[in-house]
């Protein structure tokens, strides 16, 4: 069955640091993978997705995410944090079963802190 | 905003009872998705209609129901209701079926008492 992991519950990062949200998946076909943000209070918001186009994916906010099929990882990056990228952030990937659905499988969250 | 509209934004109800969350899609989304997210379950994928069936289903209770209407508002029934069912419950709509992406409402927090 295809899941994400999503390593770290929390991370802190220090302002103008770099943020890095780790998500490996497993899936035995190449996947459709997504980030989402969630802010305090919202529903989740897309960041950015990987459908096999390109391995690296830029999305909002100055986000971007590589995929890397031989580590099986899809991490988050953002070169400078800023103090409006506190969040939670999930990784998700799609699974398309044999009648063409699609459903979207999240992992657990990792909650960002920026500490000024 | 997301252009997906779910009402009622809070809902505070005593065990036993029965409840409806409303959701409005994108205009244009054919499909509608509901999730529930709780403290100790994560995100949890419930149900997925499109275009007015239904197409898949996750981690739904037998108590739990939905249907989408002929104008692709969806309605997510929730009975019998228990304190475990307390949890925020989110829509999400896209184009249509397949990995695209899906755009979420802003969630019905649900209280159990």
């Known amino acids: 069955a295809q899941s994400v992991t999503q390593l770290g519950s929390h991370v802190s990062v220090s302002e103008g640091a770099l943020v890095l949200l780790r998500c490996n998946y497993s899936?035995?076909?190449?996947?459709?993978l997504f980030w989402y943000v969630q802010y305090p209070n919202q529903g989740l918001q897309l960041l950015l997705k990987?459908?096999?186009?390109?391995?690296l994916v830029k999305g909002i906010n100055g986000f971007e995410a590589e995929f890397k099929k031989s580590e099986t990882s899809f991490h988050l990056t953002k070169p400078s944090a800023h103090m409006s990228d506190a969040a939670e952030y999930f990784c998700a990937v799609s699974k398309t079963d044999l009648f063409g659905n699609e459903k979207l499988t999240f992992g657990t969250g990792t909650r960002l802190t920026i500490i000024p | 905003d997301s252009g997906v509209t779910q009402t009622p934004k809070h809902l505070i109800t005593a065990t036993g009872q029965r409840v409806t969350l409303r959701c409005s899609p994108r205009?244009?989304?054919?499909?509608v998705y509901w999730y529930q997210q709780s403290l100790d379950q994560g995100l949890q994928f419930l149900i997925q209609?499109?275009?007015?069936?239904?197409?898949a289903k996750g981690n739904i209770l037998e108590r739990f129901s939905a249907q989408q209407f002929p104008d692709l508002h969806s309605e997510l029934n929730l009975s019998s209701l228990e304190l475990g069912d307390s949890a925020l419950y989110f829509c999400?709509?896209?184009?249509?079926?397949?990995?695209?992406?899906?755009?979420f409402g802003p969630g019905t927090r649900l209280t159990v008492t």
């Open positions: 209609y499109y275009n007015g069936e239904e197409r």
């Open positions: 999400a709509s896209s184009v249509a079926e397949g990995p695209y992406e899906q755009y």
């Open positions: 990987y459908t096999s186009a390109a391995t």
């Open positions: 205009s244009g989304d054919l499909s």
């Open positions: 899936s035995s076909v190449p996947p459709y």
